[in-house]
């Protein structure tokens, strides 16, 4: 009769998400580590431009398979990308970020990928990711024809791409610096990772000529070609010149040719800026939205708990039952406990993205006042020869357990 009331208290409690989930993989015997093997994670991939969710589905599972049967791997629990990048925040699956998910799932390698629609059938392309360097180490990039996008035809291509992955077929590698951080880099027109301080270390690169472009809003774009030899790592040192406007001669006025290009330019990109301002921000709100429906959802079912609830009566004869009302009741019958269980399943998942919802609703609210301050009231007539707060301040969305925010770093 106490346990109806102990679990619907549970109910209401606020429990971080992935706390629980932490714990809860802890005390798991599968996330315990085996001799001589490595823990592999492998994310559910994700879809763009029409491909179909059962075409990811059928590669994360023979890719998950593969991994089980292969020696020198052990298996673990994954989740699906779309997920991850959610609740840690990895728009553009920084590696630092992604080691940080690899982590939190108790493994020490991590799979993880997506499917593109493509004219004759689909792209797929798949990294693989050592958590503890928090770097990508291998790369595979290659379009499966449809026909061939099933669970028999696609194994074959499954071996070679875990074969490339996990290092035993022959790669090289590339190491990118550059001068300015924040900068997106490009491998054959797919991205790879954003420059920092240290070197942005690409590995499990197939051999032969590879196009590399770094570039970032504001400074000339740096392409570069290089030649991958098998277990060699090239270098690329990238020198990014800042893009000024041309100066306005004294012939020209406001109205002049390149006076009027170079304000159009400044305009459309005003424009970009305060778009993206107002879709941050709306986003921001819809989230918050979402995480209040589904608190309601909890709240719901927390009333729905409320016939089943047992107290002991107040008075002084023998112990006995009554409900909320006061009137005496008996015990749950088998069919009121089983009511009682399913109430408490159902919320489980709203119980969950209420606070994933208040999480991504909190780091796009931060987000998007940083956007309005860049877009209405950023000064932007500072002299060329110093640095500006808009280059020196760097501010990113943060996801933590109980919520989330806004962190920021300023450069002197």
Same mark, same amino acid.
């Given at each position: 009769m106490r346990d109806a009331s102990m679990m619907s208290g549970k109910l209401v409690s606020v429990v971080g998400f992935w706390g629980l989930l932490l714990g809860i993989m802890a005390a798991s015997p599968a996330a315990k580590a085996q001799p001589g093997t490595t823990p592999l994670a492998v994310l559910g991939l994700e879809t763009f431009d029409g491909a179909?969710?059962?075409? =990811?589905?059928?590669?994360? /599972? =023979?890719l998950r398979q593969r991994v089980s049967s292969s020696k020198g791997f052990r298996l673990v629990p994954g989740k /699906?990308? #779309? $997920?991850?990048? &959610?609740?840690?925040? !990895?728009? /553009?699956? =920084?590696?630092? !970020? #992604? %080691?940080?998910?690899?982590?939190? &799932?108790? %493994? $020490?390698k991590l799979v993880f990928g997506s499917v593109k629609k493509a004219a004759d059938g689909y792209l797929v392309t798949l990294k693989m990711l050592d958590a503890a360097k928090g770097r990508v180490d291998a790369w595979v990039a290659e379009q499966v024809p449809r026909s061939q996008a099933t669970a028999p035809g696609i194994r074959g291509p499954v071996q070679k791409w875990f074969t490339t992955l996990s290092g035993a077929g022959t790669s090289g590698g590339i190491r990118v610096t550059a001068d300015i951080v924040g900068a997106s880099v490009l491998l054959d027109g797919l991205p790879v990772g954003v420059t920092t301080e240290d070197p942005l270390e690409l590995g499990g690169i197939a051999t032969g000529q590879h196009d590399v472009v770094i570039s970032k809003p504001g400074y000339e774009p740096v392409r570069k070609n290089v030649e991958v030899v098998g277990g060699e790592v090239a270098t690329i040192n990238a020198v990014m010149g800042s893009v000024t406007p041309a100066p306005m001669t004294s012939g020209q006025g406001e109205t002049g040719g390149e006076a009027t290009t170079a304000a159009a330019a400044d305009d459309d990109e005003g424009s970009g800026l305060k778009i993206a301002t107002w879709a941050t921000l709306g986003a921001g709100v819809v989230a918050l939205a979402l995480g209040a429906k589904f608190s309601l959802d909890v709240q719901a079912a927390d009333k729905d708990l409320d016939p089943y609830r047992r107290f002991d009566c107040d008075n002084d004869g023998p112990p006995? %039952? !009554? /409900?909320?009302?006061?009137? $005496?009741?008996?015990? &749950?019958?088998?069919r009121d406990q089983g009511e009682v269980r399913r109430i408490l399943d159902d919320a489980n998942t709203p119980k969950t993205l209420q606070w994933v919802g208040y999480g991504v609703g909190a780091a796009l609210i931060g987000t998007g006042t940083y956007l309005f301050y860049k877009a209405y009231l950023s000064d932007d007539q500072a002299p060329s020869e110093d640095v500006s707060l808009a280059k020196r301040l760097q501010v990113a969305p943060v996801i933590i357990p109980?919520?989330?925010?806004?962190? %920021?770093? &300023?450069?002197?």
């Open positions: 179909p969710a059962a075409v =990811a589905n059928t590669i994360t /599972d =023979a /699906d990308l #779309m $997920e991850v990048k &959610l609740v840690f925040s !990895c728009p /553009d699956e =920084a590696p630092s !970020c #992604m %080691a940080q998910a690899a982590k939190s &799932l108790g %493994a $020490e006995r %039952a !009554c /409900d909320a009302q006061g009137d $005496e009741v008996g015990p &749950l019958s088998t109980h919520g989330g925010g806004v962190s %920021a770093r &300023l450069s002197f």
